[in-house]
Each structure stands twice: as C-alpha cells, then as structure tokens.
C-alpha cells in the first residue's frame, strides 16, 4: 500500500484538466500538494481551491521539458512541503497532424513534453524518494502507448506515450528495493483543456504558443472514447490504484476489447508465422557460446 494522508505530492499539469483533477483529490485524501504548471495563473488557481477547501498547496511554475526548470520546482515545492513521496508526472501535449506535415519544432516539442517530460521530473524527485525509503510515481501515458495503432495521425504521441510506459515498466525493477513503486495512467478519454489551450503550452524553444485549438480529424474522432469522463470523477480511480501499488490505472474499462484485438493480432500474426516457419525450416541452430558472437 502507498499511503496519501499526510504525504506530500507534486502534480505536473496540475493548472488544469487530470492534473487539477488528480491535485484536489490528492488534497481532499490528506496530502499536501505542489502544483506544478507551464502556466503559473492555472497552477495558482487550483492552488488557491485547494487551500479554500482546507488543503495544503502551493503553486509553482515549470516547464517539464527542462532540467533546470523541474530542479527549481522541485527545490520550491520540497522548500514548502517537505520531501516529497508522492509524484504525478502528468504534464503533456497533444498533436492530430500526419507526422509529414508536422514542423521538426513540433514532432520535438510532444516527444519532449510527454516522455522527456516525464524522464526529467522523475530524476528530479528520485533520490530524495529514495533517501526518504518509499514513495509513488505515477506518469499520465495514454491508451494510445498501449494501442499504437489506436488513433492514426497520432506518431509523435503515441510513441511518446509508449516510451512512458517502457519508462515505468523499467524503472520499477531498479525501485523494488527501495520501496517505490510506479504507475502509468492511461486515459481513455477525459474531459480537460486539451483540444481548445493545447497550443498555448508550446514553450519558447519549440517556437511558443500558437492560436485555435487542436483539429481532431474525421479518422481520429471515429476511435477516440465515446464517454469523456471528468477529472474530478476519475481522479479517485487513478489515486486507487497508486495505493494499491498497480502498474496501470486505467478509467474505460470497456477499452480492453482493443487490447484483445492488438495483442491478440501480434499473437497471432506474428507468431503464428514465425511458428510456421519453423515447422518449414526447422529451429534455427542456436550459438554454442550463448549470446557471445565469438568471431564478432
Ligand atoms: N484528456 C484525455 O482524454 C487524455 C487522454 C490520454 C492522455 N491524456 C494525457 O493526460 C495528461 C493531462 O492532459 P489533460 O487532458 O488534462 O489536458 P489539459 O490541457 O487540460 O492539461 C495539461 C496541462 O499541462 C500543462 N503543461 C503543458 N505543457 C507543459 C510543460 N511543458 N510544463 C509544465 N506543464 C505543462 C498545461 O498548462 C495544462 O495545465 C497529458 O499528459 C495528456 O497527454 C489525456
């Protein structure tokens, strides 16, 4: 079990949408909270709900794709809170372009925000969660990590995403002993800011904010959830599952007959006809001196 009462928690995106969701339900539970943003006058208002409602936050201004950036952060929050156990590595973008028409400025700014995002604000917080013996991250991936092929025109992300998964999945097995745990989030479709102040996130180096909100094509709208469920009604779910120590939280469950039509697909296509070659060719002949190539 992670403990949340009494625990102090970062939220990265926490100016709005699952973040501002996650940040007062962590409050509501008994932590105290940083909420970290790009855009310090979101972070200020939740900051400021929270502490309406009787909660402990503070509001701190950062922008995750950089190091410096999070350092500061984490100093001001953990100079405000004390050390921090509790971490949501949930600051992202998002793009609905095909990945030829995308500037090189913005493919880097989504691989940055969404994975490089998550990376750095993890190397931020981990040595003093370890120094402290415990604590929780948990990164905001996506069902579209999981299901690749789930919304087209959707390269940069997804793969992104993916990678945040690969992240946590592999981080846990270096935490085990120190009694830390991970887990990546997977929204399945939730009702935020997103589409409409998406562009007003792009930082300076990736060419600063743009104007209108994001297109979501024909294609994409058919496979994105019909059901957009709130922040503050899945904020509970994915707090569940970080005290219960989960790998994943997920909020749709009726999302898993796509898990059983991908992976079934990898299964079986794959290798299915690997296995059929085998049958045709034989078992490759495997090196006598195991993974070691001798004349390599
Ligand atoms: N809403 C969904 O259906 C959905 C689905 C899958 C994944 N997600 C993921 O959930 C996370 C939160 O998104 P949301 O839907 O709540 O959107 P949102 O737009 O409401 O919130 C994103 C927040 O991140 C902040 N942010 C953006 N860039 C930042 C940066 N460089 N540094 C610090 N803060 C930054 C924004 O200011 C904003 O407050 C994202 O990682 C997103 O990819 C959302």
């Given at each position: 079990?992670?403990?949340?009462?009494?625990?102090?928690?970062?939220?990265?995106?926490?100016?709005?949408?699952?973040?501002?969701?996650?940040?007062?339900?962590?409050?509501?539970?008994?932590?105290?909270?940083?909420?970290?943003?790009?855009?310090?006058?979101?972070?200020?208002?939740?900051?400021?709900?929270?502490?309406?409602?009787?909660?402990?936050?503070?509001?701190?201004?950062?922008?995750?794709?950089?190091?410096?950036?999070?350092?500061?952060?984490?100093?001001?929050?953990?100079?405000?809170?004390?050390?921090?156990?509790?971490?949501?590595?949930?600051?992202?973008?998002?793009?609905?372009?095909?990945?030829?028409?995308?500037?090189?400025?913005?493919?880097?700014?989504?691989?940055?925000?969404?994975?490089?995002?998550?990376?750095?604000?993890?190397?931020?917080?981990?040595?003093?969660?370890?120094?402290?013996?415990?604590?929780?991250?948990?990164?905001?991936?996506?069902?579209?990590?999981?299901?690749?092929?789930?919304?087209?025109?959707?390269?940069?992300?997804?793969?992104?995403?993916?990678?945040?998964?690969?992240?946590?999945?592999?981080?846990?097995?270096?935490?085990?002993?120190?009694?830390?745990h991970t887990t990546s989030y997977c929204p399945g479709g939730v009702a935020?800011?997103?589409?409409?102040?998406?562009?007003?996130?792009?930082?300076?180096?990736?060419?600063?904010?743009g104007e209108g909100e994001v297109h979501v094509g024909e294609e994409s709208?058919?496979?994105?959830?019909?059901?957009?469920?709130?922040?503050?009604?899945?904020?509970?779910?994915?707090?569940?599952?970080?005290?219960?120590?989960?790998?994943?939280?997920?909020?749709?469950?009726?999302?898993?007959?796509?898990?059983?039509?991908?992976?079934?697909?990898?299964?079986?296509?794959?290798?299915?006809?690997?296995?059929?070659?085998?049958?045709?060719?034989?078992?490759?002949?495997?090196?006598?001196?195991?993974?070691?190539?001798?004349?390599?």
């Amino acid at each position: 079990m992670t403990d949340i009462s009494g625990k102090a928690a970062v939220v990265t995106g926490g100016g709005s949408g699952i973040g501002m969701g996650l940040a007062r339900e962590l409050a509501r539970q008994g932590a105290s909270v940083a909420v970290a943003d790009i855009m310090l006058e979101k972070a200020q208002k939740v900051a400021a709900a929270i502490q309406a409602a009787g909660g402990k936050a503070v509001a701190i201004q950062c922008d995750v794709c950089e190091r410096d950036s999070i350092r500061r952060m984490k100093e001001e929050a953990e100079a405000a809170l004390g050390p921090i156990q509790l971490v949501f590595a949930n600051a992202g973008a998002t793009s609905f372009d095909p990945l030829t028409e995308m500037s090189d400025d913005d493919v880097d700014w989504i691989l940055q925000v969404n994975l490089h995002g998550v990376m750095n604000t993890t190397r931020a917080f981990l040595p003093g969660m370890i120094a402290a013996g415990g604590g929780h991250i948990c990164a905001t991936a996506s069902m579209a990590g999981l299901l690749p092929g789930w919304i087209p025109v959707h390269v940069p992300y997804s793969a992104a995403k993916a990678g945040i998964i690969g992240l946590m999945m592999n981080l846990a097995l270096e935490l085990k002993e120190h009694g830390i745990h991970t887990t990546s989030y997977c929204p399945g479709g939730v009702a935020t800011g997103m589409k409409a102040n998406n562009a007003l996130y792009r930082p300076t180096k990736f060419g600063g904010p743009g104007e209108g909100e994001v297109h979501v094509g024909e294609e994409s709208g058919k496979v994105t959830s019909l059901a957009f469920y709130t922040p503050e009604a899945i904020a509970p779910m994915v707090l569940d599952a970080v005290k219960n120590n989960l790998a994943f939280a997920f909020d749709h469950p009726e999302q898993r007959v796509h898990f059983r039509e991908t992976y079934s697909a990898v299964v079986e296509a794959c290798y299915d006809a690997a296995e059929e070659w085998e049958r045709t060719h034989g078992v490759p002949e495997a090196n006598p001196h195991g993974a070691k190539l001798l004349d390599a």
